[in-house]
């Protein structure tokens, strides 16, 4: 083959790559040819599958049932705090012992709830560490993940070049009268093209499995922060809860004046309502982690029939 024709074959492969070839005097020039086709962009797909089991100890290490179980277990809870108990009994008075004793039964119901509330309130905090902890090294892998799929692209568009150049001067010289050596040589560099053909059709679909994984990531590193936003609103919403029924205890007990049993209610409603939004959130976070998890599946079973060819 042409001293040009190996420049083409060369362009298919990336600096990092050519830097790294070290020519062989045993080996001929044609089939070290064949094997850069067939190996095209290889360390591209290495480095993908390398990127791809980051990605998976990544999503491991995040555990995000606590959170919504524990939001769960609140939101199922906290109906069951009956503020009819304080109503009708004079509890500003406390004059009456049904009155004591249904205030009594209020405050035991509200401390089993703000047990519950501030586990919840813990896991909000430990989430919000685990997200600005996990950040640096999840972006990382991102912009890894994008800068080879990437690669392998342009090796795809080069490859796609060196193909129609080749297949244009196998038509030029397919109409020439060649002796057996020189059809030979035609045949040899027909075989070649099909052997890249079969490589870059492999490529493709790495690059589409990559791109496919990475846009998934980045979804779900959205999600996951609008998650950790939407439960510091939450944390807030608890605190609220928190003081104002304590202060309305407080007052049925008789360690403070008076507190509004309305306000007190409608933040127990207002709180019932950002718990459903919280849980909604997390099943959402739940859903985009697990279209996470196929995508990385399927990114690994192109990745497969990529390496299969690959050297070692």
Not at 32 to 59: C, G, P, S, T, Y
Not at 198 to 225: D, I, P, Y
Not at 264 to 274: T, V
């Amino acid at each position: 083959m042409a001293d040009d024709d190996i420049d083409r074959t060369a362009s298919l492969m990336t600096p990092a790559k050519l830097a790294q070839v070290k020519p062989r005097a045993a080996a001929s020039p044609a089939a070290w040819l064949d094997q850069m086709a067939a190996d095209a962009a290889h360390q591209n797909v290495r480095r993908i599958a390398e990127l791809r089991r980051q990605f998976k100890e990544q999503a491991k290490a995040r555990d995000d049932s606590a959170i919504a179980a524990g939001i769960a277990r609140l939101a199922k809870a906290l109906p069951h705090l009956d503020f009819g108990l304080l109503q009708g009994h004079g509890i500003w008075s406390r004059m009456t012992g049904k009155s004591r004793a249904a205030a009594t039964e209020f405050a035991g119901r509200f401390d089993k709830l703000k047990a519950a509330a501030d586990e919840v309130t813990a896991h909000i905090k430990g989430f919000d560490k685990q997200v600005r902890d996990q950040a640096p090294a999840g972006d990382l892998s991102l912009l890894d993940l994008e800068v080879e799929y990437k690669a392998i692209e342009k090796v795809q568009d080069q490859g796609a070049r060196w193909l129609q150049d080749m297949r244009s001067q196998l038509k030029t010289r397919h109409a020439q009268n060649n002796d057996a050596a020189a059809a030979k040589q035609i045949g040899d560099d027909e075989a070649r093209c099909e052997i890249l053909v079969a490589r870059l059709k492999v490529l493709r679909e790495v690059s589409a499995a990559a791109q496919g994984a990475h846009q998934a990531a980045r979804a779900a590193v959205a999600r996951r922060l609008s998650l950790a936003q939407a439960l510091q609103q939450l944390g807030a919403r608890l605190a609220d809860w928190r003081s104002k029924m304590q202060a309305l205890v407080d007052a049925t007990t008789g360690e403070r004046e008076s507190a509004s049993v309305d306000a007190a209610m409608e933040c127990h409603r207002d709180l019932q309502l950002a718990l459903r939004d919280a849980g909604a959130d997390c099943a959402q976070m739940r859903a985009q982690d697990n279209a996470l998890a196929e995508s990385l599946h399927a990114l690994k079973q192109q990745l497969e029939a990529a390496q299969a060819r690959s050297p070692a």
